[in-house]
């Protein structure tokens, strides 16, 4: 299955397809060349959750849409037939409050599932990551089926950097090898928990960037289980109640 980056990219990818690279580069303020980067077939950048912050904002969509593989449809509805950026239709969501957002459509299609989110992930700068299962109010979340074994995780706090902030919810296989460039929960065997981006595997050691910016080398030997986060839902998208 693809990694939270490549979905990115290939929804970027096609989003060119209606505008050029060079006005997306444009909207979004950054040098063309950079954007290429990105999009480049061999040994592309990935797309850090600040570069896709700025892209779903200048084209008006909503937290995690680009996290999402998009329908080429709903691609085409965010463009007129010149290339230029479309108003979008606001609906209403399940709050019945008013936003400027369009829906990732894909989310409903039968390849989707749900799974009740019931553990809690406490993220607390300066303090050390805990898990917890004392929720006050239960979620579902739709989630790809192609997922062998999902867990997912409401993110509780406050002050981190989308999508580490509090309301999100983490979707992971529950037991992965660890990719570079993905971002994974750790589980060591002194009942810690890590979370941050794989930045290297080696000697016996994987090295983490974590989601303070700090980094930590965590001893293969120590870690009891490693839960690759796959997808990430943003708070509008959570379904209220169990089912």
């Known amino acids: 299955m693809l990694n939270i980056f490549e979905i990115r990219r290939s929804n970027v990818l096609r989003i060119t397809k209606r505008i050029s690279r060079k ?5 979004i303020g950054m040098e063309r ?30 937290e995690g849409w680009l996290d999402h593989l998009q329908d080429d449809n709903v691609i085409n509805y965010l463009f007129n ?20 957002e369009l829906a990732p459509v894909n989310i409903f299609k039968d390849e989707y599932r749900i799974i009740r989110v019931s553990i809690g992930l406490l993220v607390r700068k300066g ?10 109010e239960t979620y579902s979340v739709h989630y790809p089926e192609n997922l062998k074994n999902p867990l997912a995780f409401l993110v509780i706090g406050n002050g981190q950097r989308k999508p580490f902030k509090n309301g ?16 994974c929960l750790f589980f060591t065997k002194d009942k810690k928990v890590y979370v941050g ?7 016996g050691f994987v090295e983490v960037e974590d989601i303070f910016g700090e980094r930590e080398s965590l001893n293969i030997d120590e870690i009891t289980k490693i ?15 169990s089912y």
């Open 23 to 27: 006005n997306l580069a444009s909207l």
């Open 33 to 62: 060349g950079l954007l290429n980067q990105y999009l480049r077939e061999k040994k592309p950048k990935n797309f850090g959750q600040e570069t896709t912050n700025r892209i779903t904002t200048a084209l008006n969509l909503p």
């Open 81 to 100: 037939d010149s290339g230029e950026l479309a108003s979008l239709n606001v609906a209403a969501s399940e709050d019945d409050t008013q936003n400027n």
């Open 127 to 136: 303090e050390n990551l805990e898990i917890t299962s004392n929720l006050t």
């Open 168 to 183: 999100w919810v983490l979707i992971c296989e529950q037991n992965a090898d660890p990719i570079e460039g993905e971002d």
């Open 197 to 203: 981006e794989v930045l290297f595997n080696k000697d």
């Open 227 to 241: 839960s690759p986060i796959k997808v990430y839902i943003a708070p509008s998208q959570k379904i209220k109640g």
